[in-house]
Nanobody
Framework: QVQLVESGGGLVQAGGSLRLSCAAS????????MRWYRQAPGKQRELVAG???????NYADSVKGRFTISRDNAENTVYLQMNNLKTEDTAVYYC??????????????WGQGTQVTVSS
């Protein structure tokens, strides 16, 4: 079993910055992909950014140039640096990971979510 624990959410004014962290622990052989998703009230969960074990990244168009995803493979941690935040970034942000076990089987895990609220 693997646990993902997010931190770093909070309340910030528009134009401000926040840094989210997600630490993975448990039965981990290798973390293949780590992603951040978000879900605003009344909306579907959407992909924000992802990073592979090799460091390749992808972003939603709405956050390109403002958000940066990074990971520390030694610490099994992924970060999301969010700059120039907008009110429309308000959502619960979820960490997601695809983890290989020693058996080479892959499993997907979600964190519990962290609230980000951007005020005008």
């Amino acid at each position: 079993q693997v646990q993902l624990v997010e931190s770093g959410g909070g309340l910030v004014q528009a134009g401000g910055s926040l840094r989210l962290s997600c630490a993975a622990s448990g039965s981990i052989f290798r973390i293949n992909v780590m992603r951040w998703y978000r879900q605003a009230p009344g909306k579907q969960r959407e992909l924000v950014a992802g990073v592979t074990s090799g460091g390749s990244t992808n972003y939603a168009d709405s956050v390109k140039g403002r958000f940066t995803i990074s990971r520390d493979n030694a610490e099994n941690t992924v970060y999301l640096q969010m700059n120039n935040l907008k009110t429309e970034d308000t959502a619960v942000y979820y960490c997601y990971a695809i983890v290989s076990a020693a058996t080479q089987l892959q499993y997907a895990y979600w964190g519990q979510g962290t609230q980000v609220t951007v005020s005008s």
